[in-house]
């Protein structure tokens, strides 16, 4: 593991959020991307080298949806850099993580990403993620 890349948080409305998150880090949000598969519109802003993810849901039952319905708006992952990311869901899975996903999938702004669920790590839903080259 390279660094935390970014922390994701679930949000009821990103237009909202962004707007509090301008103020608060005293910048923009750099992109604001839909991952239709994932049925979320998700807004990235850069605090030094680490990133803040706003997540929006668009779509019923959607992971994000089902998160806050449960737990309301807050922190919904951590996400960590690899370099590798199939080595590290390897080495993760003989350690005992469980993986929500058999083979990394295509996330937001340009990575290759995997989830470990949370019950495998304190309750906090870790991501995995690599920079597409
Ligand atoms: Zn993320």
Do not use: W
């Amino acid at each position: 593991m390279e660094k935390i890349e970014h922390i994701g948080i679930a949000v009821r409305n990103i237009e909202i959020a962004k707007s509090i998150y301008t103020k608060l880090l005293s910048c923009k949000a750099y992109k604001t991307e839909e991952v239709e598969e994932e049925g979320v519109l998700t807004a990235f802003f850069l605090v030094g080298q680490t990133k803040i993810e706003l997540l929006e849901s668009k779509k019923e039952g959607s992971a994000i949806a089902r998160f806050i319905e449960k737990r309301g708006e807050g922190i919904h992952h951590i996400a960590f850099e690899v370099d590798d990311i199939y080595n590290e869901m390897k080495r993760l899975k003989k350690e005992g993580f469980v993986l929500l996903n058999d083979t990394p999938k295509k996330g937001a702004d340009n990575k290759l990403i995997c989830f470990i669920h949370p019950k495998s790590a304190n309750g906090v839903l870790i991501e995995l993620c690599q920079e597409i080259k």
